[in-house]
């Protein structure tokens, strides 16, 4: 199979940069600027786990393990470079058309990042299908957008629109490494970081690392269709769904209120932006209701099962 596989691989192009090796010796090579970060990330997803391999596509495997990882690396305002993708098949006759599959998926979301799949590794057992990715960033300013560094007083702001992600946006969702790159390039913004397991579990890691609170004011959120799909079928409100629900990998940040201002006013991209919240001194986290009553922000979101 694994023979099979690449010689599959063989004939696939990729868009490398002049100078650069990618598949097919030893190791894979890629130019880097002198003084430039190097930002590192990966990611496992398995049958069962992740998604359920009777209902997706390979391709859309694939897709989502790069994607994944290339929201990390907009989580640090970085531009992914080349990706490393290593599958374990379950064994069987099978598996050739499954690997393909996720290669594809993973090269077409590749090829549109200018983040080249550059290497990788396969293997045989009997088990269920994983896929790990990992991708290779550079920073392109002096420093990448960290968790750390928010001040109270800051607005809390998010891209795109939230909550109801199970419903396919898990599947089909399109890394920000644009936005975040263009945000940290013209915005002063202190901290962020990807949504991955919902602003309740998420925003609690950032504050930690800021040694902040925050005040999340739920009449803020902005509500995907979905989410409010979601709360049709739950009876929970569509702002808990945006506050709760796992898997929308927006950007979360945090930034002077008056850089929020300028942002609001400047902004001219079509993912829109919207402010949430509020970053306090440290503190336990408070939600503001839909009538304006303050209580504790509940970690409720997705956790890893
Ligand atoms: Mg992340």
């Known amino acids: 199979m694994e023979q ?22 030893d190791a894979a090579m890629l130019s880097w600027g002198a003084e430039q970060k ?22 859309q ?10 929201s990390d ?11 490393l993708l290593t599958l374990l098949l379950p064994q069987g006759e099978s598996s050739l058309d499954l690997a393909k599959g996720i290669y594809e998926g993973a090269a077409e979301l590749a090829e549109s990042y200018g983040c080249p799949i550059i290497g990788g590794d396969t293997n045989s057992w009997p088990g269920k299908v994983a896929v790990s990715v990992t991708v290779l960033g550079r920073c392109p300013g002096p420093q990448p957008l960290l968790r750390q560094g928010a001040q109270p007083g800051d607005a809390i702001a998010v891209t795109g629109k939230l ?14 490494v644009r936005e975040a790159l263009e945000l940290h390039q013209n915005f002063h913004l202190n901290a962020g970081m990807d949504i991955s397991d919902g602003i309740s579990i998420d925003l609690p890691r950032l504050c930690q690392q800021s040694r902040v609170g925050a005040e999340i004011d739920a009449r803020l959120l902005p509500i995907s269709d979905a989410a409010h799909q979601r709360s049709e079928k739950t009876g929970k409100p569509a702002w808990w769904h945006a506050l709760n629900d796992g898997e929308d990998f927006e950007l979360l ?21 919207t402010k949430i919240g509020t970053v306090r001194e440290a503190s336990p986290l408070m ?18 099962q």
Do not use: Y
């Not at 930034?255 to 902004?267: G, H, K, N, S, V």
């Open 253 to 273: 940040f945090t930034l002077p209120a008056e850089q929020m201002d300028r942002l609001a006013t400047q902004w001219t991209e079509s993912v829109p932006i």
């Open 73 to 83: 690396i907009a989580a640090m305002a970085c531009e992914p470079v080349g990706a």
């Open 61 to 70: 495997i694939g897709r989502k393990a790069l994607a994944i990882n290339l």
């Open 163 to 176: 909550g109801g992600s199970i419903l396919g946006h898990h599947l089909s969702f399109e890394p920000r």
């Open 38 to 59: 190097l930002v590192v990330c990966t990611d496992l997803i398995s049958d069962e786990t992740d998604f359920l391999l009777h209902e997706v596509t390979p391709q």
């Open 287 to 304: 939600l503001i209701d839909l009538e304006g009553t303050r209580q504790p922000l509940l970690p409720e979101g997705f956790s890893h």
């Open 4 to 25: 099979a596989f690449l010689q599959f691989l063989a004939n696939q192009t990729t868009s490398l940069a002049a100078g650069s090796v990618g598949i097919g010796d």
